[in-house]
């Protein structure tokens, strides 16, 4: 048995919610094994070292020098074997228009001639105002070329890429868009459906399984390095979920607890759409918190609909500049696969941006679920003061993912939705006061990852991005600082049954913490550093 007394620091052991929610520290944290056995003063733990170093004779002391000491962090939504090939991806952000976007993708592919595709992330519409095609991207390379939006709901290729993945000919998928030119040829965007269906499956096909076993190791290096000691995979497909078993394989000791959410793609067939389901419900019968409580399946996922910047999102009313578009499932197709779910007893996790999915999401959630499922509903960018009260009443998790809300790329909102319906968005305060519980994600890759840069948009409603902004998005809808840490910690492993494990520093738990330099104010998280990541009584990392 080892074990350790960290003394001298903040330890957080206990957070109150509510915007005024106050903090608890205590000096010191004893941990036998990588569980936690006691939280108290130094003096008070003193007697129960004395005893341990009896019993073992092995006992450590580390000093944490006064530093803050934070349950780990929990991602609440992300996706794994996409961040992973994120992080090999040119990054576009920093581009304004077209002429940016190629400039870069041309250096990188002089810079990287023997890479088989050259992947890119980070385009915005708003960069391409007039629109983009294939003929583009033709004259930088003769390699395939993928270009992702920053939200992940669309992609644009060129020739090569349209021929590797076989779309001449090929119809629009279910729930999807492969746009066309006037011929009717595809031009070189896919979009929602398109996306899930044919893109991503693609991609994932032709990488190795080492690649994207060498993509999920980074993804978990990139992650222990911002605070992460969990997370919610929340678009598993048969490709990660065989990597990520054979990575647990090679790496069974891989710092990283995982809950994923087997993601239900449209299908025009009804058979197809329910044999993913049966898939689905399969697995949480092999890889569930009783036989495998680190790397599990909770549920399905199923995405109703778009985003607001791609005018894709379901709204009630149409959008300023074009007509709504009508959900990615219909109700016809969708309430089989939440019925079926809901009786097999596995979570389900709808993605729903616009007020028309929200509200579609909620009824369905409230007619097949039962109490006490946290069952949950995901990004709720645009909620009404309906559906927000109901997320409560009905005991459903809100998913949020406040890097979404910065200021900085919110700008086109008011022309594509009007003034009025942009002080509806991201109603956070709404959804903790009707009492539905809080998980904190970042939807990495499609956002940064940073916990505190993500609880620093929630708490202030500025910008992380560009922190010298004065910008802010409806204040009034801000959280508070201790139960945006509570949310992106505790809130999330509650979301998925994790809370008796982990989420939290209390006595019995695991001992998954992060040691940081902060303060604890709002306007102050952006200068937070993380020191320490800890996981099951290991040090994982250190700056």
Not at 500 to 516: C, E, Q, T, Y
Request: a negative charge; charged letters at 25%; glycine letters at 8%.
């Amino acid at each position: 048995m080892t074990t350790i007394l960290f003394h001298n620091g903040h330890i957080l052991a206990k957070a109150e919610v509510g915007l005024n929610g106050k903090p608890t520290f205590a000096d010191s944290m004893l941990v036998t094994d990588g569980v936690i056995q006691a939280i108290g003063s130094r003096q008070e733990l003193e007697g129960l070292k004395q005893a341990q170093q009896s019993a073992t004779g092995i006992i450590e002391t580390r000093d944490l020098q006064g530093r803050t000491v934070l349950p780990g962090f929990i991602d609440g939504h992300m996706h794994l074997l996409l961040l992973g090939q994120a992080l090999r991806k040119v990054g576009l952000e920093h581009c304004k228009s077209l002429n940016d976007i190629l400039t870069t993708l041309r250096t990188y592919a002089r810079e990287n001639p023997h890479v088989p595709r050259i992947l890119a992330k980070g385009w915005m519409h708003s960069m391409t105002p007039d629109g983009v095609d294939a003929s583009m991207l033709d004259g930088i390379d003769s390699r395939p070329i993928y270009v992702d939006t920053k939200d992940l709901h669309s992609c644009w290729t060129n020739h090569a890429g349209l021929a590797e993945m076989g779309i001449e000919g090929m119809p629009d998928p279910a729930g999807g868009i492969i746009q066309r030119d006037e011929n009717g040829k595809p031009s070189g965007v896919l979009s929602e459906g398109a996306v899930l269906s044919v893109v991503w499956p693609h991609l994932a096909k032709v990488a190795s399984m080492q690649e994207r076993i060498d993509c999920m190791l980074a993804a978990f290096e990139a992650y222990s390095a911002s605070g992460y000691t969990g997370l919610v995979e929340m678009a598993m497909d048969e490709h990660a979920w065989d990597a990520l078993l054979e990575l647990k394989k090679r790496h069974p000791d891989a710092a990283m607890r995982i809950v994923a959410y087997w993601l239900i793609k449209p299908a025009d067939d009804e058979a197809e759409r329910m044999r993913q389901v049966e898939q689905a419900i399969e697995l949480t019968g092999q890889f569930n918190k009783q036989t495998s409580p680190d790397l599990r399946i909770a549920g399905i996922k199923v995405i109703c609909d778009g985003i607001i910047d791609a005018c894709t999102s379901y709204l009630s009313e149409p959008y300023a500049v074009a007509p709504s578009p009508p959900p990615i499932w219909t109700r016809e197709h969708l309430d089989p696969v939440v019925k079926r779910a809901a009786e097999a007893g596995v979570q389900i996790a709808l993605h729903a941006i616009g007020d028309a999915a929200i509200t579609m999401a909620v009824d369905l959630l409230e007619q097949y679920t039962k109490p006490g499922g946290r069952h949950r509903i995901e990004h709720l960018e645009l909620a009404s003061p309906a559906d927000a009260k109901r997320l409560g009443e009905l005991g459903l998790t809100a998913s949020i993912q406040p890097v979404h809300a910065d200021p900085a790329i919110l700008r086109a909102w008011p022309r594509l939705i009007g003034e009025h319906r942009c002080e509806r968005a991201f109603a956070y305060r709404e959804f903790a006061d009707s009492g539905a519980l809080m998980a904190l994600g970042s939807d990495a890759p499609t956002a940064p990852w940073n916990p505190l840069h993500n609880i620093y948009v929630a708490t202030t409603r500025r910008s992380a991005r560009e922190p010298e902004s004065d910008e802010v998005v409806n204040a009034h809808f801000r959280l508070g600082v201790c139960e945006s840490v509570v949310a992106g910690t505790e809130g999330a492993a509650a979301s998925v049954f994790q809370d008796d494990r982990v989420g939290s520093l209390a006595v019995g738990k695991m001992a998954d913490f992060v040691v940081v330099d902060m303060e604890w104010e709002a306007e102050s998280l952006l200068k937070s550093e993380m020191k320490e990541t800890w996981f099951g009584g290991k040090k994982v990392w250190s700056a």
